[in-house]
Structure formats: structure tokens, C-alpha cells
């Protein structure tokens, strides 16, 4: 199972509501801890750059020169 699948958004539900509506996304986030909060921005950032560690390859280190 991928990053992206653990994230799924269920489209079978739907709830529409005014931009006026208040929200208690901010009091929700002051409830959760900080490594809580860095886990979903690094979640939220590995999705919007397309990463996914199973089919990420590790970078080249080594670089072949020529010998003097």
C-alpha cells in the first residue's frame, strides 16, 4: 500500500457548506502535538510533490573521474 492510497479521498460522501460557515479546523489543530502536526505537513507535502517512497530511487553518490 502506497503513500497516496493511505490518503484516499472517499468521494462517496459529500457535505457542502458556505464560506461563512465557522470552522474549528484551527481549534482542532491546537488540540494535536507537534510531531502530530509536522507528520500531516510532511504527509500533505510528500502528496502535492507526487513523492512516493516505494517508487522513489535513491540518488547516484559516487562519480567516476579520470586519474591523473
Known sequence: MG???EFRMDKSHLSVATT???SDAKAN???R????RLAALESIRQIVSG??????RRQKLLEVTRCP
Open 3 to 5: 503513500l497516496l492510497d
Open 20 to 22: 461563512t460557515t465557522p
Open 29 to 31: 489543530w491546537q488540540t
Open 33 to 36: 502535538t507537534k510531531q502530530e
Open 51 to 56: 513523492y512516493d517512497p516505494e517508487t522513489t
